[in-house]
């Protein structure tokens, strides 16, 4: 116990504070083609995370919550700072890569939750607003139950 607390409390915070300090700001914004590749990982991240939230539709759940899902389930951060910072140091990444993966990261810890949590807001206040009953009760569903 005291060994996870000693991990999580003080290693894993200053493995990200010092990944962070070595975060490669120029190797971003050397060429356009490392600035353009930012949105592209984003595209990926929620493609490849987000896609999965489809199966959340034959759960009984609306649209805006699907969206919502893809959304927070593609947010990611820590992963790829752990993974960047791991390919740097065995030099199977280029630098500006690592850069442009670690601020689609960083752009999708910020943004897809200001874009998710309205939509989970919207669809709240309005359960039944697709037409569907929650799972053949003829009950439109609540926002106490999902």
């Not at 649209?63 to 993974?83: C, E, F, K, N, Y």
């Not at 390919?87 to 999708?108: F, H, T, Y």
Request: net charge positive; no cysteine; aromatic share 8%.
């Amino acid at each position: 116990m005291k060994l996870a607390g000693l991990g999580y409390g003080f290693l894993v915070p200053v493995f990200f504070v010092t990944s962070g300090i070595q975060f490669n700001l120029g190797a971003l914004f050397e060429n356009a083609g490392t600035v353009l590749r930012v949105p592209m990982f984003l595209a990926a991240l929620l493609l490849v995370r987000g896609l999965p939230a489809l199966l959340y539709r034959a759960a009984g759940l609306s649209w805006p919550d699907v969206a919502a899902g893809a959304l927070l389930q593609a947010t990611s951060l820590p992963v790829i700072v752990a993974a960047a910072t791991i390919g740097l140091k065995l030099d199977v990444i280029r630098p500006e890569n690592a850069s442009a993966l670690v601020a689609a990261g960083l752009l999708s810890v910020v943004f897809f939750p200001l874009i998710a949590l309205p939509l989970l807001h919207r669809s709240r206040q309005h359960p039944a607003a697709d037409g569907r009953t929650q799972r053949g009760t003829g009950h439109p569903r609540s926002a106490a139950h999902p």
